[in-house]
């Protein structure tokens, strides 16, 4: 049973094997990200968080995902070639891979475990549509601790417990004032 988010191992966005080891020590944002969703502008808050703090101890650890209504297509090689053009991203990307279901990767089985659903910010556009699209195919959506969209993110501090996690509707500057807190 992991302890942490430093007993996982994970692939790289070229498929090799990278132990979250490499990151002890460091303050971690792991994202789940895509490339055409109405929150991938975000890249540009990630971009802007990581620039800032990233000398001071802060990782963003980004793993596309195509669960949610088929919005991160293309391969690693695209998706990274998108992201630094368009967003200049110098964050790590891994491999694309499922963060729900059968096929999901255990290190959101475990981040999910750790920090369960903390429901939309309803005063944004998108939060209220996602709740009531969510609520209309299971009204009891918000108990479960699935990811719900694209640009959730998770929270980790240096010895690699999972402290906060904030859905895509979360404004940056909560987060980046939880960062700071963790730094």
Not at 74 to 84: D, K, L, N, Q
Not at 132 to 151: G, Q, R, T, V
Request: glycine share 8%; net charge negative; with cysteine.
């Amino acid at each position: 049973m992991a302890q942490s988010v430093f007993d996982f191992i994970v692939k790289d966005r070229r498929g090799n094997d990278v132990s979250l080891t490499e990151y002890k020590g460091k303050v971690l944002l792991i994202v789940n990200t895509a490339t055409r969703c109405g929150f991938t502008p975000q890249y540009e808050e990630l971009e802007a968080l990581y620039k800032t703090y990233k000398d001071q101890g802060l990782e963003i650890l980004d793993f596309p995902c195509n669960q949610f209504g088929q919005q991160a297509p293309g391969t690693e090689e695209e998706i990274h070639e998108f992201c630094t053009l368009n967003y200049g991203t110098e964050f790590p990307q891994f491999k694309k891979i499922e963060v729900n279901g059968d096929n999901e990767s255990p290190l959101f089985t475990y981040l999910k475990a750790q920090q369960g659903f903390k429901g939309f910010d309803l005063e944004n556009k998108i939060g209220a549509l996602l709740d009531e699209m969510l609520s209309n195919a299971d009204p009891d959506y918000a108990s479960n601790p699935d990811i719900k969209w694209n640009f959730t993110k998770f929270l980790i501090d240096r010895k690699g417990n999972v402290v906060e996690r904030f859905e895509p509707t979360t404004d940056c500057k909560v987060i980046e004032g939880a960062i700071k807190q963790l730094l």
